[in-house]
């Protein structure tokens, strides 16, 4: 009975599903080669299997349809298999995020990967972590209604319904003994293949709140401060270090404060380039 080969619905690395494709032919037939492969991929090199598997080379779109024939893929399988290259191989952040929907909304993979896609979206959804953190209060009501309008932003109560849907499935907000909604521990598993995405989405929404922090409320409720200072390359990491160091102080003292929370605060802190490095210049 022959070996049954991979699905491409399991994989989110188009490499390492290339990989475990062959692997599989391999095993049920000890002939099976490259350059067999390369033949039926309408005789591409008879490396650029290996290279592609090892990260050395991407496909084209030329050479995706060549694979897809040799992989002998179906209709469905050929277009999500095209989404993992497209997801792999495109910078654009905002391309990204279109072809992660596209591959989220495919039903197969929906089916084996629920807590994956959620997990992306707690974290590419600025409204989701704010609402766990508001669920702290004394005074939360889990209703749509009331978050919508606790939120600044304020947010429709449709988006807020389904952000507690979403918060529910993933075990970041449980039912209490009153019958209401308190936050718990939880993990969330969001595909490596993504997660430089999600955390992306996640600085790019929460700086857009910063920006509009600038008019929306007045100086006593906001506080921001900037530096522009010239550095040694070598000072970069420890500047890292001690950015972090801050941010985990200051959780400590927001975690060890005696008072009820009465209010989600963002605290941002970023340390970016705003020149080239000498030398670099062109």
């Known amino acids: 009975m022959e070996q049954a080969?991979?699905?491409v619905y399991d994989y989110l690395d188009y490499r390492a599903y290339l990989n475990a494709?062959?692997?599989?032919?391999?095993?049920a037939n000890p002939s099976y080669s490259y350059r067999l492969f390369a033949r039926k991929a309408r005789g591409v090199s008879p490396s650029l299997l290996h290279h592609v598997v090892d990260g050395k080379r991407n496909l084209t779109p030329a050479t995706t349809e060549a694979f897809v024939e040799a992989l002998g893929l179906r209709a469905g399988e050929a277009a999500f298999f095209t989404l993992l290259v497209d997801l792999d191989q495109t910078r654009d952040p905002g391309e990204r995020n279109?072809?992660?929907e596209q591959i989220a909304a495919t039903r197969r993979f929906r089916d084996a990967r629920k807590i994956e896609g959620h997990g992306f979206e707690y974290l590419s959804n600025w409204m989701l972590p704010a609402i766990r953190e508001l669920a702290t209060r004394a005074d939360f009501v889990p209703d749509p209604e009331w978050i919508g309008n606790a939120l600044r932003p304020r947010i429709s109560a449709k988006d807020a319904k389904k952000a507690l849907r979403t918060l529910v499935e993933l075990g970041m907000l449980v039912e209490d003994e009153e019958g209401g909604l308190s936050p718990a521990d939880a993990s969330i598993t969001t595909p490596p293949e993504v997660a430089g995405l999600a955390v992306h989405n996640y600085h790019r929404g929460m700086l857009e709140r910063a920006a509009e922090a600038i008019v929306s409320f007045p100086p006593p409720e906001r506080h921001l401060v900037a530096i522009?200072?010239?550095v040694p390359a070598s000072l970069v990491p420890r500047l890292k270090q001690e950015s972090n160091a801050f941010l985990e102080r200051m959780m400590h003292l927001c975690d060890s404060a005696e008072e009820d929370a009465d209010q989600v605060m963002q605290m941002n802190l970023q340390l970016f380039p705003l020149s080239d490095r000498r030398g670099e210049a062109s």
């Open 98 to 100: 279109r072809i992660w």
């Open 21 to 27: 494709w062959f692997q599989a032919k391999k095993s």
């Open 5 to 7: 080969l991979p699905s």
């Open 228 to 230: 522009t200072v010239s």
